[in-house]
T-cell receptor, first 115, second 112 residues
Framework: KAGVTQTPRYLIKTRGQQVTLSCSPISGHRSVSWYQQTPGQGLQFLFEYFSETQRNKGNFPGRFSGRQFSNSRSEMNVSTLELGDSALYLC????WGQGMNTEAFFGQGTRLTVV | EDKVVQSPLSLVVHEGDTVTLNCSYEVTNFRSLLWYKQEKKAPTFLFMLTSSGIEKKSGRLSSILDKKELFSILNITATQTGDSAVYLCAVVSGAGSYQLTFGKGTKLSVIP
């Protein structure tokens, strides 16, 4: 079974630009969540999608958005990039369903550098 | 606001030592506690704990959860240089969604 795939692996963008990151979950997994990892703040929850619906959102500004497609693939978008958005963005998929306890499986991440 | 605190934040030990990593939490709608190891990019799963007092073991690693006192520990015996990594504790919460709240991690360095 293929793991969680994130593309691209590395990105360099200029302040003010926008960026789109992609995540393909493990086949059969319908829940996809996104996390931002920085040295100062650690891993912070951005949002979670299940069956194309955003079910939960972390404490991030509206510049951070996402969506999920019918094949469970997900994208996140960051508009008007700021230097502080430089981070490792990790995507995780789970087979989560109501009442299930399960671990999350992580992709290799996208390293975003804003200059 | 959900909170997970890990200690220590960093630790340097010699090969063969035993280490104990700590994780305390305060979350609403607790579902489970997860331990991950992160070496380069992707955190890799170690343990999932849902019930108090039941130890999970995998080789030299073991972990236990105390739901009354709201903490978990991860033990690594006979450490090796390959155990050098950041160990992350995360709590699964959310009544109708899947959300992980992470601690800042413990950076373990094992020197020969």
């Amino acid at each position: 079974k293929a793991g969680v795939t994130q593309t691209p692996r590395y990105l360099i963008k200029t302040r003010g630009q926008q960026v789109t990151l992609s995540c393909s979950p493990i086949s059969g997994h319908r829940s996809v969540s996104w996390y931002q990892q920085t040295p100062g703040q650690g891993l912070q929850f951005l949002f979670e999608y299940f069956s194309e619906t955003q079910r939960n959102k972390g404490n991030f500004p509206g510049r951070f958005s996402g969506r999920q497609f019918s094949n469970s693939r997900s994208e996140m978008n960051v508009s008007t990039l700021e230097l502080g958005d430089s981070a490792l963005y990790l995507c995780a998929s789970t087979p989560w369903g109501q009442g299930m306890n399960t671990e999350a499986f992580f992709g290799q991440g996208t390293r975003l550098t804003v200059v | 606001e959900d909170k997970v605190v890990q200690s220590p934040l960093s630790l340097v030990v010699h090969e063969g030592d035993t280490v104990t990593l700590n994780c305390s939490y305060e979350v609403t709608n607790f579902r489970s506690l997860l331990w991950y190891k992160q070496e380069k990019k992707a955190p890799t799963f170690l343990f999932m704990l849902t019930s108090s007092g039941i130890e999970k073991k995998s080789g030299r690693l073991s972990s236990i959860l105390d739901k009354k006192e709201l903490f978990s520990i991860l033990n690594i015996t006979a450490t090796q240089t390959g155990d050098s990594a950041v160990y992350l504790c995360a709590v699964v919460s959310g009544a109708g969604s899947y959300q992980l709240t992470f601690g800042k991690g413990t950076k373990l360095s094992v020197i020969p």
